[in-house]
């Protein structure tokens, strides 16, 4: 359906849930001519061979990387900054670097420095996920109709306010503004042919509006999992035994990938410590008003709620289907 | 499939979500020979006529109750003691008298003292249900392969306890504990044929059990929603749009019956703020492990929670498709 691939060749670092499909999109809407992968597990390379979802897993670094047009960091938000120190001098002059990281400041101050000249790095992250990991977890349709934010940087700016830290590549000289605008465009156009809607913004707003929408519901997630694991009164069986009544809705995304999230919260620390007083006030207020028996507020604030999901529905980023869409009839 | 009816009349008190799926379930597996249905609401009661899912829903509350072996209340909590005095003239010596509240202590409480002799009460909790109400919500397999929880008490006890209050109905002289053992097989059969599995336990036990796995999680996503609804540096709409991250996954419980829930947590307290003390411990713990960088910490807990899912997959209380199943190919 579409005719032109947008790059010549793309190459992966990272095959797991998110690396894996791209990958398999990628391929289904000929985004591009060729696909190689870098993964620091040789299971995980093996495996894309054998799933064949990508041209070349040979695992060969200056191969993968000396004529890729596109490279994207797949790997934890952790991870990239020693990565890219490692892939740059075999990054070729006119790629677009990106990645996929849930958390864009810290990724940002870690990669940004090892950028070399010529290549333009363009940060960016997809919305979209399940609570599964691996090359084998990933699938084509993952980002259909998700969003995927892209955060460009002011890369002469950058290197301007770092110039005295030690780290910074040595003599990037001059950056044409241009280019790294085409640079945006062109992955826009990338994301938005996996079936993605872009939106371009800052990494500071990113990482603050990430911190509500998905950072601090995975740490109450996590925590009310975590506290339910280590009640005396109530047993862990019974915990799962009866967990269809609300439980279970928190134990998905509590289930997700444990470097992954060890990495956004030690990364976007300060941005999801602020969420998280904002939200234990409010807890506060909520259980304040348990206690005095106020019907009406409780009634009025589960009435707002539920409005709030009326709106995500609508827009299409969740169904409508009762639970889900759980399979009730095969239960 | 099934051969006898377990009943001959049931009828049903409030025909919202669970008291429809009742209706639909019990015609489904012909676990009753006739249907009586009452609502306080004459627009609920029209619907469940169009509907035609009971053989009688002309609110005629004589017709309904005098000749019913089986009456479950499918009322919110805090409406169950009323409408047990207002129907206790009506019931037939004989009759099994249940309910499905989210509480038990509470609505033994209410209901215990207005059970006229003759007639058996056994509470009774189907975990089951979905972010919608009303009787167009309903479906007849929403309690297959889920727990329905019974809590019988000893009525003759309660009566003991309670003989200096005001309101117990007078005159509950002895009662025979076997008729109250047979009641509460009678109704354990009955849900069992409509797919649940039963378990027994005491109103007390109940209410501990669920304000973790049922109360709490419903109130912590009642209040991270109602955060993301205030916040200034993030939109709202904004929320909405990145909301696939993880938040949407808090708004499906965080749209539930406002009037069911107000009641829930006014009606458990004391569980709930327990549940809610200890969550906040944890949460507390959490938080400090960010602040200090403990990444071990961190990745231990997310490996623990992680495997907690993996039990309610297992014993089939969730599905393990990727995003509850959610329809990817179509979204």
Redesign the interface.
Known sequence: MHEEPLFDKLTLIGLGLIGSSIARAARTHCAVRKIAALDSSPRVLARVRELEIVDDASGDVEQALGDADLVILCAPVGACGAIARDIAPHLKHGAILSDVG?VKGSIVKAVAPHVPPGVRFVPAHP??????SGPD?G?A??F????C?LTPIDQAAFERDHSNADNVAPSLSQRAPHAENDAVDALAEFWKRLGAKV?VTTPEHHD???A??????????????????H?E??T?S???????????????????D??M??DV??NN?GA??E??S???A??AA??RM??V?D?EG??D??????A?????VE?????A?????????K?
């Open positions: 849930s919305l979209a996920g399940t609570e599964y977890a699938f349709t993952l259909k109709n998700r969003w934010l939106e603050l509006a990430l509500i929408t998905s950072h601090l519901p995975h740490l109450i997630a996590f925590n009310i999992v975590g506290t339910a694991d009640l009164k109530v862990e019974e915990v799962i035994k009866f967990s269809a009544s609300g439980f279970r809705d928190f134990t998905r995304i509590a289930a997700s444990p470097t999230w060890r919260f030690l620390k999801v410590l969420m998280l904002r939200f234990n409010d807890l909520l259980q348990i206690e028996d019907g409780l009634f604030l589960f009435t707002r709620t539920r709030i999901r009326r709106g995500i827009q299409g980023q969740d169904t289907a009762p639970d889900f869409g759980r399979p009730h009839e239960a």
